[in-house]
């Protein structure tokens, strides 16, 4: 099945709904654009949020934890610098993936990296019952090392996954697909989807037409949720470019409980989760000490 050729999708997926990210306050003084996790869009299996960021010093998001998810975080423009109580420290800048397994227990921070303004995007997958108590670990990739590629006048960034014959060196425990799409004014895309894996666009900027050519165009900060099916179209028809990033997962179709940063699947293992922050033991041990800098 070529991802090129339009007519390759004999069912191909349609906008089920469109979701405008409206900005709300986290952290320190940061603003997000609500993705995914507000009460228009609460979740979609496997994905539990996703959140347009943009944060200037001193605001920030300070040390906080984490259990029984993974975090991607995508810069879009400046930097992120990230430390955690294993000792685990770096900054991400514009076009670095940072794809964090919080499993079993993570806490750490993650504040901008200098002055300025720094944007990004960040998806919240969640993990299966097995995998939720797994060690804590990290894939980062510089921007010159995400796989891209090029055709008529669409370029494609791989995060997770495959695109133009193109895929991602990322292992992904919850089978994910992460593209980053840039269309040129009259360009069109065609991507492939397994089909009973929940999707979603998220347009970063311009205007886009989804599913079908004779729909009404979608503009950005919109999340568009895309029903089943094989896969997807996109046609930039106007004369600014199109950016949007499209993901999509295989769902656990498992329970969830969640307490802010802390997703399980019954409320006893919630419970737990707090006990055991609380007293920094099962995976929280080294939190009783440990302070950001």
Same mark, same amino acid.
């Given at each position: 099945?070529?991802? =090129?050729?339009? =007519? /390759?999708?004999?069912?191909?997926?349609?906008?089920?709904?469109?979701?405008? +990210?409206?900005?709300?306050?986290?952290?320190?003084?940061?603003?997000?654009?609500?993705? &995914?996790?507000?009460?228009?869009?609460?979740?979609?299996?496997?994905?539990?949020? #996703?959140?347009?960021? /943009?944060?200037?010093?001193?605001?920030?998001?300070?040390?906080?934890?984490?259990?029984?998810?993974? $975090?991607?975080?995508? #810069?879009?423009?400046?930097?992120?610098?990230?430390?955690?109580?294993?000792?685990?420290?770096?900054?991400?800048?514009?076009?670095?993936? *940072?794809?964090?397994?919080?499993?079993?227990?993570?806490?750490?921070?993650?504040?901008?990296?200098?002055?300025?303004?720094?944007?990004?995007?960040?998806?919240? &997958?969640?993990?299966?019952?097995?995998?939720?108590?797994?060690?804590?670990?990290?894939?980062?990739?510089?921007?010159?090392? &995400?796989?891209?590629? @090029? *055709?008529?006048?669409?370029?494609?960034?791989?995060?997770?996954?495959?695109?133009?014959?193109? *895929? /991602?060196?990322?292992?992904?425990?919850?089978?994910?697909?992460?593209?980053?799409?840039?269309?040129?004014?009259?360009?069109?895309?065609?991507?492939?989807?397994?089909?009973?894996?929940?999707?979603?666009?998220?347009?970063?900027?311009?205007?886009?037409?989804?599913?079908? *050519?004779?729909?009404?165009?979608? /503009? +950005?900060?919109?999340?568009?949720?895309?029903?089943?099916?094989?896969?997807?179209?996109?046609?930039?028809?106007?004369?600014?470019?199109?950016?949007?990033?499209? &993901? +999509?997962?295989?769902?656990?179709? @498992?329970?969830?409980?969640?307490?802010?940063?802390?997703?399980?699947? $019954?409320?006893?293992?919630?419970?737990? =989760?707090?006990?055991?922050?609380?007293?920094?033991?099962?995976?929280?041990?080294?939190?009783?000490?440990?302070?950001?800098?």
């Amino acid at each position: 099945m070529s991802e =090129t050729d339009p =007519t /390759s999708f004999t069912r191909p997926r349609l906008v089920t709904k469109k979701v405008l +990210a409206k900005h709300q306050h986290e952290g320190d003084g940061a603003v997000v654009r609500r993705c &995914i996790g507000r009460s228009e869009l609460k979740s979609l299996d496997p994905f539990l949020m #996703m959140d347009d960021f /943009s944060v200037s010093p001193p605001a920030g998001f300070p040390d906080h934890p984490h259990r029984g998810f993974e $975090t991607v975080t995508y #810069m879009l423009q400046g930097g992120i610098t990230h430390q955690d109580f294993a000792g685990h420290k770096g900054t991400i800048h514009t076009g670095d993936v *940072q794809w964090m397994t919080a499993g079993r227990g993570i806490i750490h921070s993650e504040m901008p990296a200098g002055e300025g303004v720094h944007k990004g995007l960040q998806l919240w &997958i969640n993990l299966s019952s097995q995998e939720k108590m797994i060690e804590p670990g990290y894939q980062e990739l510089l921007s010159e090392d &995400i796989p891209s590629g @090029e *055709q008529d006048g669409a370029e494609v960034r791989v995060i997770a996954g495959e695109s133009m014959g193109v *895929q /991602s060196p990322v292992y992904t425990r919850t089978p994910t697909l992460y593209l980053d799409f840039s269309l040129r004014p009259r360009a069109q895309v065609h991507q492939h989807i397994p089909e009973s894996w929940n999707a979603f666009a998220y347009i970063i900027e311009g205007e886009g037409v989804f599913g079908h *050519q004779n729909k009404t165009p979608i /503009s +950005a900060n919109h999340v568009v949720v895309l029903g089943p099916r094989d896969g997807v179209s996109v046609w930039n028809k106007f004369s600014k470019p199109l950016r949007f990033v499209l &993901i +999509a997962g295989q769902p656990l179709n @498992e329970p969830v409980v969640q307490h802010g940063p802390f997703v399980m699947n $019954t409320q006893a293992e919630i419970d737990q =989760t707090i006990e055991d922050y609380h007293y920094s033991k099962n995976g929280f041990e080294m939190a009783k000490h440990w302070r950001s800098h």
